[in-house]
């Protein structure tokens, strides 16, 4: 594509004299190809900008910045070149998401899980689909690695035309609130957007609660709608943040919840060792549904699930049929076994919402003692550490505190920071995260029940600046046959 077709896009800036093919938009000097246009991002660690001359000497044909610099190719300059960025992706790679069902799915928890629940509904009505989170994106069958759950815009686009030209129609993807205020997905066409619930995270980055709903809430207030291509937000009844993104969005609001009146609701909720049962309630009268899935919790994820692929336009006896099939998301209330007389599960909970719901879950069926491995990452919110360890020692007899991802912090000054929450209360701290899962299957007899939280499907953990490999449900495994005799 020629440079000043791909500058059409935005109206005010000024032609260059000279017009070169553009055969790719990078925003990462390590990328450049020839013919590149590279954008200069100010970042949250470094400058783009100060790559601008290594991108033209490694080929780029132009650069967009927000500053004027003296380069043997032609330089745009931009007021943000993030919004500007957005632009020219969906630009360059021609509006992959108008082309798409595209559906965003935003909130503190159960996004994933959420996403995984629709993508099976729409595959279930037939639908090739493309999904976009926190485990990885999928183009059909096929997967691809991600380093962040909502990826930069360039890498968005290109993956929806990915998704285009393999004749995806339905693309289901997690909504991050770091990605919404980044800007990451301006240029995406959504037409179902739904929230999920709000709870304590990422105060680190968004520093008080007001500014984190209102990160989320930016998904809804983008969400245009036309009499030509309505537009809908799905939102959680139950959810104090409800309400503001309902009186913020111009979209069709449809609700679901389980304590509120709702569009879509459940009742007569039945939490069992092996699934969950409860009455849906829906625009089309009562169901009776038995899930696999465990937990209030997942019952929220499944009415957000349903309420979007009706909305979708999916007739509901398929999605009915969907989610009672759906056997769960990898690392999420993953159960170990090994046929120990104990369960052992994996969950990705780490936040303190998270971790209270699936610890009252396994509340619901623990014969005796509950284990709960409990850690919490490093270079990311501090305050939610006292709450975690508090939530665990309120819902496990026997919590153990230990490493998570310690990233560039001491691990032990993390536990420390853990241990604020819990003074005088009863626990273990084992910081080596193998030797406290060890440790628990070795303490663990017929009917207990040990909870591995924090780090789910992630098979690796980072210490430091390693990245060294790690899987709860692995190490898990080995002991429990180590151990356990099994
Ligand atoms: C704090 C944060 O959100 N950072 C994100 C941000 O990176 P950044 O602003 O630090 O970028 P930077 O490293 O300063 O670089 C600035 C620019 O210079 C360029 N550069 C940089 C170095 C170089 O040698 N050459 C070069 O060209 C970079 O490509 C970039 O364009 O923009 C990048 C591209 O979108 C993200 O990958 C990166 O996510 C980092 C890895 C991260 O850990 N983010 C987490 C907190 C995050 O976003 N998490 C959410 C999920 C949260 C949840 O809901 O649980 C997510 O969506 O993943
Ligand atoms: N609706 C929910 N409400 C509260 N907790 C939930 C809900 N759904 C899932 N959880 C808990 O949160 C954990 C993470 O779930 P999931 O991965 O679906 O959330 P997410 O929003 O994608 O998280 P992330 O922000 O890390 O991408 C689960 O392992 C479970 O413990
Ligand atoms: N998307 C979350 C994942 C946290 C997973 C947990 N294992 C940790 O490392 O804190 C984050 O980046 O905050
Ligand atoms: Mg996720």
């Known amino acids: 594509m020629k440079l000043h077709t791909l500058l ?24 450049v190809e020839q013919g590149a246009l590279f954008i200069c991002i100010k970042g949250h660690t470094a400058d783009g ?31 943000d070149t993030k919004y500007a960025m957005a632009v020219l992706a969906d630009t360059f790679y021609q509006h992959p998401t108008s082309q798409l069902h595209l559906v965003g799915i935003t909130g503190t928890n159960g996004k994933t899980t959420t996403t995984f629940i629709l993508d ?16 990885s994106m999928k183009i059909g069958d096929r997967v691809i690695e991600t380093k962040n759950t909502t990826p930069d815009t360039i890498v968005l686009q290109e993956t929806f035309a990915d998704m285009v030209s393999h004749g995806v129609n339905a693309a289901v993807m997690e909504v991050s609130s770091h990605a919404l205020v980044q800007g990451r997905v301006n240029g995406c066409d959504f037409d179902v957007a739904v929230f999920t619930n709000l709870s304590q995270d990422h105060l680190d980055y968004h520093e008080t609660m007001e500014e984190y709903q209102r990160a989320k809430g930016l998904l809804f207030t983008k969400l245009g709608n036309t009499y ?38 459940a009742e007569h909720l039945k939490i069992g060792r092996t699934g969950t ?14 899930l696999k899935l465990m937990g209030k919790f ?5 009415l957000a699930a349903i309420a979007a692929g009706y909305v979708s336009g999916v007739p509901l006896e398929t999605i009915i049929r969907t989610v009672e099939k759906v056997h769960g998301v990898p690392g999420r209330f993953e159960s170990v076994d090994e046929g120990q007389d104990f369960s052992v599960i994996v969950d990705y909970a780490h936040t303190p919402d998270s971790l209270e719901n699936v610890l009252k879950t396994i509340g619901e069926f623990a014969g005796k003692r509950v284990f709960a491995i409990v850690g919490c990452g490093g270079d990311r919110d501090r305050t939610k550490r006292p709450l ?10 026997d919590p153990i505190f230990t490493s998570d991802n310690p990233r560039t912090e001491d691990p032990l000054a993390i536990l420390n920071d ?4 819990v003074k005088g209360r009863t626990y273990q701290v084992i910081p080596d995260r193998k030797k406290a899962i060890v440790a628990a299957i070795q303490a663990a007899h017929a009917g207990d029940i040990v909870l591995i939280a924090g780090k789910g499907h992630e098979t690796y953990q980072i210490i430091g600046n390693q990245v060294l490999d790690f899987d709860d449900r692995q190490i898990a495994r080995n002991a429990i046959k180590e151990y356990k005799k099994c």
């Open 388 to 397: 975690m360890a508090k939530v665990a020692c309120d819902y496990a007899t």
């Open 228 to 265: 030509a291509t309505p537009k809908f937000a799905v939102i959680n009844a139950d959810d104090p943040a409800g309400g503001q993104f309902i009186a913020d969005t111009s979209a069709h609001v449809v609700t679901y919840g389980i304590d509120h009146p709702a569009d879509f609701s």
């Open 49 to 79: 900008h100060q790559f601008a001359k290594e991108a033209a000497e490694q080929g780029a044909s132009a650069i967009l910045s927000e500053k004027h610099m003296d380069l043997p190719v032609p330089v745009v300059v931009v007021r």
């Open 298 to 302: 997942s019952v929220y994820n499944t």
């Open 8 to 31: 059409n896009a935005l109206p005010l800036v000024k032609p260059t004299s000279e017009n070169p093919e553009i055969t790719c938009i990078v925003n990462d000097h390590r990328k």
């Open 277 to 290: 049962t409860f009455t849906l309630s829906s625009p089309e009268g009562k169901t009776e549904i038995a």
């Open 418 to 421: 853990m241990e604020q929450g």
């Open 120 to 135: 099976e509904i729409f595959k279930e009505a037939g639908q090739k689909t493309g999904l976009i989170g926190t485990i």
